[in-house]
């Protein structure tokens, strides 16, 4: 039996990968970039899909609505590119881990024009389509809901996995700096010794030529 308060951290993360991810809105000034940043571990699928809205209801969308997209590795490796276009998607397996930015440029215009983004990002267990999965699979509701199950644990097994390098990798960075720092005080002392002792010597000889002692 899992005690309560180890409990609770799992409890939380199963309700995380369970929450459904809705998009985000946000504006974009003509002339300036807007970069969004997702932090995605290796081997990992996501999805992604944006269009400008139209601020006129019922007309179409003006020409001068439209965007640069680009999304690259923590490496600065391009894993996506759309340019001067109004909507896009994407989707790809991440082959290294770390922060994936997808950056949205506006052309300039006079006088500038504010636009607004709808953009979805998901990725792991969340951006997978499971209503394609059951239809595909031919599987019945308990089948799918297992699936989903396997799905979350498999996830939050390789997180931790994943955590744990982190952590190997913290530790090791925490030994070298203690380490260095050793060395570095061990030296200063070294070298406060040395001067105090080149202090010594010197009013030593200077007593002795002025005979004071």
Not at 176 to 195: D, E, H, P, R, Y
Request: with cysteine.
């Amino acid at each position: 039996m899992i005690p309560a308060n180890k409990s609770l951290p799992i409890f939380l993360i199963l309700i995380f990968l369970s929450t459904k991810v809705n998009s985000v809105q946000f504006e974009v000034l003509s002339g300036h970039t807007k970069c969004i940043a997702e932090d995605i571990k290796s081997h990992s699928m996501t999805v992604g899909k944006y269009h400008i809205v139209n601020p006129n209801e019922g007309h179409p969308l003006p020409d001068t609505h439209k965007v640069t997209v680009r999304v690259t590795s923590t490496y600065g490796n391009t894993y996506h590119y759309s340019d001067n276009v109004p909507e896009g998607h994407f989707a790809f397996e991440t082959a290294e881990a770390g922060d994936y930015m997808a950056c949205f440029y506006a052309a300039d215009h006079k006088p500038p024009i504010t636009f607004t983004i709808d953009f979805d990002w998901k990725s792991g267990v969340a951006a997978k389509d499971w209503t394609n999965v059951a239809k595909k699979g031919s599987v019945d509701l308990m089948e799918l809901e297992l699936k989903k199950m396997y799905e979350h644990v498999q996830d939050i097994h390789d997180e931790m996995f994943y955590l744990r390098e982190r952590e190997e990798e913290m530790q090791e960075l925490n030994r070298s700096t203690n380490s260095k720092m050793a060395w570095l005080t061990g030296l200063s002392i070294f070298v406060c010794l040395s001067v105090a002792g080149l202090q010594l010597w010197h009013l030593k000889t200077f007593f002795e030529k002025k005979k004071l002692i």
